[in-house]
């Protein structure tokens, strides 16, 4: 049973450029959640999607960023126009329906706009 | 708003020893989970113990414990019989149980402790 699989593991971007960030969750789970992680600090929450809906996106910046996860395949956080203070690593967190638990997390991408 | 709050940026402890990572938090609810976890340097998140705020007794895990004072808003962490794998970064985390923001509850983290294991 695989874990949360996220994907590409590193990612380089010039300013300007577009960056997609893909999460395939754990077998089971329907919630997705995408944290992001600035140098030297801990994780802040960005976006909650359950298949095909934005449930809480109260923690995404109100431009460039979007999220989606369709009916079918991963999770995609996309940034367009990334500008250097982008760079950081971007982690996905799976549950499954309405768990109790901490999330399940992948190992995160990081992402350096150059 | 939640906050969490790690005053110490890094701690260090001999192989075999106990260290103790401290942790505080503020909220206005009665009820939430607390977490930790633990980051290697491989990045990957990982969940060392958790505990439930209804429940008075410490959640144990192994070698790793908590002390949760949910009067002084407190949970710190204990790792018994250090070993030089538990060398890491070490996050505490809360969550609401009724949600944040209006979700099932986002984990607000704390900006974490790097720990060192001397061999």
């Known amino acids: 049973n695989a874990g949360v699989m996220q994907n590409p593991r590193h990612l380089v971007r010039r300013r300007g450029q577009e960056a997609r960030l893909r999460c395939s969750p754990m077998?089971?789970?329907?919630?997705v959640y995408w944290y992001r992680q600035l140098p030297e600090e801990g994780l802040k929450f960005m976006v909650y999607l359950q298949k095909e809906n934005i449930i809480d996106e109260s923690g995404m910046p109100k431009e460039r960023f979007s999220a989606e996860f369709p009916k079918e395949g991963p999770s995609i956080l996309r940034i367009q126009q990334v500008v250097r203070g982008d760079s950081a690593a971007y982690f996905c967190a799976s549950s499954p329906r309405q768990s109790n638990y901490g999330y399940t997390f992948g190992s995160g991408t990081r992402l350096t706009v150059v | 708003a939640q906050t969490v709050t790690q005053s110490q940026p890094e701690m260090s402890v001999q192989e075999a020893e106990t260290v103790t990572l401290s942790c505080t938090y503020d909220?206005?609810?009665?009820?939430?989970?607390l977490f930790w976890y633990k980051q290697p340097p491989s990045r990957q998140m990982i969940l060392v113990i958790r505990?439930?705020?209804?429940?008075?007794q410490n959640a144990t895990e192994n070698r790793f414990s908590v002390n949760f004072q949910k009067a002084a808003k407190s949970f710190s962490l204990k790792i018994s019989d250090s070993q030089l794998g538990d060398a890491a970064m070490y996050f505490c985390?809360?969550?609401?149980?009724?949600?944040?923001?209006?979700?099932?509850?986002?984990?607000?983290f704390g900006k974490g402790t790097k720990l060192s294991v001397k061999p």
């Open positions: 985390a809360y969550r609401s149980v009724r949600g944040y923001g209006g979700s099932q509850g986002n984990l607000i």
């Open positions: 505990q439930e705020a209804y429940k008075q």
């Open positions: 077998k089971g789970h329907s919630h």
């Open positions: 909220t206005s609810e009665s009820d939430y989970y």
